[in-house]
């Protein structure tokens, strides 16, 4: 059983553009929601994160966005650029921890110049 | 500060054999998580240590995946025997403690014919 599902799969958008990638979770107890940026040969790094007690978070281009009803969240980057084609992965984790994480299967964004 | 230092980054063995791969944590970080990453998935913990002991295993294969910490700082991951399914990347994640954010290495891509 996958319990954060992630969407698209993948996505290309032009330079300037919005690109809104999708996750939704199953376990109510998570309380912690990150996403992560990943380059090639790279390992992840924590781009922004979120908790259920707030329902948005901005830090520079990025936002997440929260719907703790629905159990959905969705990170938008505003005014994208090359240089922010990567795999990007949503994950959650439970019980306070930041590091016992389940992940989503990832998005490969591409932004096109 | 120095990153979570992995090694090998790369290797390649036959089935059937064994393999283990070194990571460093950043100094002073009491938490420890290896985690694989199958090709176009993303990261899967497979355990997670506080100083020298084990927190969380449940998803390790323990019949021939065996880790450990003992002085509480860095640590190994060994698979005896590798199976061809065991292809993966294998990132080394540490964290100041358990509720704090997890930086990852860069991983050891292991590929298994």
């Known amino acids: 059983q996958q319990q954060v599902k992630q969407s698209p799969q993948s996505l290309i958008v032009q330079k300037g553009g919005i690109p809104i990638i999708n996750c939704a979770y199953e376990?109510?107890?998570?309380?912690?929601f990150p996403w992560y940026q990943q380059f090639p040969g790279k390992g992840p790094a924590l781009l922004i994160a979120?908790?259920?007690?707030?329902s948005e978070k901005k830090e520079g281009r990025f936002t997440i966005s929260f719907n703790k009803s629905a159990k959905q969240f969705s990170l938008h980057i505003m005014d994208s650029q090359p240089g922010d084609s990567a795999t990007y992965f949503c994950a959650a984790a439970r019980g306070g921890s930041q590091g016992n994480l389940i992940f989503g299967k990832g998005t490969k964004l591409s932004v096109k110049p | 500060e120095a990153g979570v230092a992995q090694s090998p980054r790369y290797k390649i063995i036959e089935k059937r054999q064994s393999v283990a791969f070194w990571c460093n944590p950043i100094s002073g970080h009491a938490t420890l998580y290896w985690y694989q990453q199958i090709l176009g998935q993303g990261p899967k913990l497979l355990i997670q240590?506080?100083?020298?002991?084990?927190?969380?295993d449940s998803q390790l294969p323990k019949d021939r995946f065996s880790a450990e910490r003992l002085k509480g700082v860095d640590s190994t991951l060994k698979i005896q025997p590798a199976k061809l399914e065991d292809s993966a990347v294998y990132l080394c994640a540490s964290s100041l403690g358990p509720n704090t954010e997890a930086f990852f290495g860069q991983g050891t891509r292991l590929t298994v014919v």
């Open positions: 240590f506080q100083n020298n002991g084990v927190v969380d």
């Open positions: 376990n109510t107890a998570f309380d912690y």
């Open positions: 979120i908790r259920p007690d707030v």
